[in-house]
């Protein structure tokens, strides 16, 4: 089951219990006293790894804070240590060897994609066609562990009820 950092309600992020029991989220309330939910829901998109609740889960690593700050109405530097600090403790708390096999796979997938789109194809004795060859190869396996990985991820974060029905993030 997936830790429950942040809940959702009414299409908001919302403090749970721990925002108040752990230390770096409420030195985040203390300090920030004003903004402090914009910078909950900036650390709920950026680490929350279900992908039914976080719509910014499958964007490459390298778009996704600049996104998220833009989308969260976040008015405080992503980069001031108590937010940065709060980001590394969330994406701790919510990892597990699953997720880290998951995102390992995004990203060599995210790379290859990267690779194919934009290396020019070149021939003859110096080119580098036998290596874009072997990364199309390649990349239907990866393709498929990927598939592999992201279905276990979701296995993972399933919680079950009476009648074996899914729970919704905001209702675990």
């Known amino acids: 089951m997936i830790v429950r950092l942040f809940d959702i309600q009414n299409d908001k992020v919302v403090a749970t219990e721990h925002c108040y ?40 690593e390298h778009e996704k804070e600049d996104i998220i700050t833009a989308e969260s109405g976040l008015e405080d530097s992503p980069e001031d240590p108590k937010i940065r600090h709060a980001l590394d403790m969330c994406t701790k708390l919510y990892e597990t060897p699953t997720s880290r096999a998951y995102m390992g796979i995004k990203k060599a997938l995210d790379n290859m994609a990267t690779y194919m789109a934009n290396t020019q194809i070149t021939d003859g004795r110096d080119g580098n066609i036998s290596q874009i060859r072997a990364v199309a190869k390649d990349f239907d396996a990866i393709r498929q562990s990927f598939k592999g990985a992201y279905k276990d991820l979701q296995d993972e974060q399933q919680t079950s009820v009476r009648g074996g029905q899914g729970l919704a993030y905001d209702q675990m």
């Open 21 to 60: 029991t752990l230390n770096f989220l409420k030195e985040i309330m203390d300090a920030y006293p004003d903004t402090y939910m914009s910078i909950y829901t900036y650390l709920f998109y950026m680490t929350c790894p279900d992908p039914e609740a976080n719509p910014f889960f499958h964007l490459p």
